[in-house]
């Protein structure tokens, strides 16, 4: 409450005016004061008071005061009263103040923290609260934290709606207020899903569903052209394209470019609740090459070059797709917004996750070299970047989510001779049998602040194997037959063997470790992004044998259990931005870099004495390219890679004196679009 006095000019020697300026705001309960305001909070203010000096001090000058308006919701009350009138008006309103806080006990408030799937903040949230006894209602937004309030609410029975553009509403009911009570209510929206296509033109134009009772089809055709400073002939098998260096890379050429942004394939994906917060989840995709209409097979590329020399080589590539009917993913499980998702089936690694979410390039084969090549993905190998037979489970609460995932000991391990080599050479009778010990597991930790997100992501993976060149055939004069190699004591197989080698592969078995942390940072119009992962790998301690299996069920004719002649530790570490352009336009920068150590036994490794692949190495790849949306389906992109390597990174094939590439770099600029649906 606060009064002003002021002084006027007399328009006669009787009369000296004077004037007070009187304000009070009182917060109140509408339940008890329903005829006055609807909103719960009131402002009684008063116009100027004037009186005048003179015979009657009383006397009311109403002509001086300022004309009132009648209460309205805003709760403004003008009037002009006498002095005495006044006096007694300020002081019941003074005693009036002392009690109001008494009277608004009688209601009831409400308040919540509105959040993503993430557990970040959603500010600018229409929260809508309903009286369901009374049909009343109140809208009120969230603030830059989330947050929501509502006081001096009738008590009863309540619901909660909360709609934001972009996510899914969200209702809560069964809320009980009773007097004087405060409850809390937090909400987590989900993105929404785009409704079902109802057109042709509505499917080419929007971004609605192909979705059939619950069943989502879902995929992407991504198709370039491009050229490479030392590449090779493509084949219909390869899905990585040619962007990153090939270790047998030799000439300049202009490629077709598969898969540039986006792996070109087809998926089926569905949820359906069978109990109330309960749901059957499934997902099954699979990658096909758009240059071939074949599906994505690593393991092809490498046999269809056995035996070849390495000027005759096409494009030999290892990964976790090889062939099978769905190469990406599927699994099924149970999903719970309190509980988690749990799945079974051959699903992407934790490290696969994180690299899809915190790549600048988003795991772009054409301008990204993790996500073109899965050793960091993998945890060590690329071929570890999808794991068979395997649960996963995901949970986020607030704003921390976790995964953890276990991989169960699937396929062959083969068999191994022991030196020397009995009379007769080899057979199903004397080859001494191994057992799969190719089980896994891996955690994850991460969280969202605001828009900032990072995670921790740690695994392990036992008989990792890496395939990393096709057989060396008789066309090798330096080392004919060198992959047919035997397990556990590499005894050289210069005579028949157990396994031909026709159709099958060469690998490199090793127990790995993996940690990594990833973040990333969205400073509109700018997106940050940095990462950095240690590996550390060591023979393993369950050798694998001739005839073991590997992605796709492609078997080993040739194994290597003691390739390292000490522990091997990788450092693989990137960083990049993305720059929005009115929305539609993104340019993204980044920088990759992969270092081993020299794990060489005696460490012997300089230009002199020769490199082997266990020398200490490095290489680097940057890029640098646009795309542009021209609609929500079909983009447009173009852009550079440009990639190096050194030291024993730069060494071609691991056996024996070391083979080096052909060229240690290569430039590829590449242009293309997408189609995504």
Request: aromatic share 12%; glycine share 12%; hydrophobic share 35%.
């Amino acid at each position: 409450m606060a009064t002003q006095a002021c002084r006027r000019r007399p328009r006669s020697k009787r009369i000296e005016t004077y004037c007070f300026d009187v304000s009070i705001r009182v917060k109140v309960s509408p339940s008890l004061l329903p005829s006055l305001i609807g909103s719960g909070v009131t402002t009684l203010r008063f116009s100027r008071l004037i009186f005048s000096e003179s015979s009657d001090r009383s006397q009311i000058l109403s002509r001086h005061g300022r004309r009132g308006n009648n209460l309205t919701r805003g709760g403004y009350l003008a009037t002009a009263v006498t002095l005495p009138l006044a006096q007694v008006l300020l002081l019941l309103l003074w005693l009036a103040m002392g009690v109001f806080p008494a009277w608004a006990q009688t209601g009831a408030s409400l308040s919540g923290v509105v959040t993503n799937q993430t557990g970040a903040a959603l500010p600018d949230v229409a929260v809508t609260i309903k009286n369901v006894d009374t049909d009343a209602t109140r809208m009120i937004a969230t603030d830059g934290r989330g947050h929501f309030q509502a006081s001096g609410l009738t008590p009863g029975r309540f619901e909660i709606r909360a709609t934001k553009p972009g996510f899914a509403d969200e209702t809560r009911t069964g809320i009980s207020l009773a007097v004087g009570q405060d409850a809390t209510v937090d909400i987590k929206m989900q993105p929404k899903t785009p409704d079902a296509c109802a057109s042709g033109h509505e499917f080419a134009t929007t971004d609605c569903t192909l979705t059939w009772h619950g069943v989502t089809l879902y995929g992407a055709y991504d198709v370039g052209v491009g050229w490479v400073s030392h590449g090779l002939p493509e084949n219909g098998y390869n899905y990585e394209g040619a962007s990153l260096i090939n270790r047998n890379g030799n000439k300049s050429r202009f490629v077709l470019a598969p898969n540039n942004l986006q792996q070109t394939g087809l998926g089926i994906r569905g949820k359906e609740e069978f109990l109330p917060g309960w749901a059957v989840v499934f997902n099954a995709s699979t990658g096909i090459n758009p240059q071939s209409g074949l599906l994505a097979n690593a393991s092809a590329t490498q046999t269809i070059n056995n035996g070849l020399p390495r000027a005759s080589y096409s494009y030999a590539i290892d990964g976790a797709r090889a062939g099978q009917p769905f190469n990406d993913e599927i699994y099924g499980g149970v999903s719970s917004a309190q509980f988690g998702t749990l799945t079974f089936g051959r699903q992407r690694s934790l490290g696969t996750d994180a690299m899809l979410l915190y790549d600048p390039a988003g795991g772009s084969y054409a301008f990204s070299y993790i996500g073109y090549n899965g050793t960091m993905a993998g945890g060590g190998d690329t071929e570890d970047s999808r794991w068979d037979d395997a649960l996963k489970y995901r949970l986020t609460y607030g704003p921390v989510h976790f995964g953890a995932m276990y991989k169960f000991a699937d396929g062959s391990a083969g068999c191994y001779l022991p030196s020397p080599l009995p009379p007769g050479g080899w057979t199903a009778a004397n080859c001494t049998p191994q057992a799969a010990h190719n089980n896994a597991y891996g955690f994850d930790l991460g969280g969202v602040h605001g828009k900032f997100s990072a995670d921790f992501v740690f695994q392990h993976y036992n008989q990792a194997i890496s395939v990393l060149n096709p057989l060396l055939g008789p066309q090798s004069p330096a080392a004919p037959y060198q992959s047919a190699t035997n397990s556990i004591n590499t005894i050289q197989i210069t005579g028949p063997n157990l396994v031909a080698t026709n159709n099958t592969v060469y690998g490199i078995v090793t127990d790995n470790n993996a940690i990594m942390v990833a973040a990333k940072y969205a400073w509109d119009p700018f997106k940050f992004f940095a990462g950095y992962e240690y590996i550390w790998q060591n023979n393993p301690s369950n050798p694998l044998g001739v005839g073991a299996s590997v992605q796709g069920g492609y078997i080993m004719s040739g194994v290597e259990d003691n390739n390292l002649d000490s522990e091997k530790l990788v450092n693989i570490w990137w960083t990049g931005v993305k720059y929005t352009y009115r929305s539609k336009t993104d340019f993204t920068f980044a920088w990759y870099q992969q270092r081993q150590n020299d794990f060489r036994r005696p460490p012997a490794c300089s230009p002199s004495a020769g490199f082997r692949a266990s020398c200490a190495g490095t290489l680097n790849e940057v890029s640098l390219y646009a795309d542009h949306r021209f609609t929500k389906r079909f983009d447009g992109f173009a852009g550079i890679a440009y990639s190096y390597v050194s030291g024993g990174l730069a060494i071609a094939i691991p056996h024996g004196p070391g083979v080096p590439y052909f060229h240690n770099n290569n430039v590829a600029p590449t242009i293309g679009a997408r189609f995504a649906f």
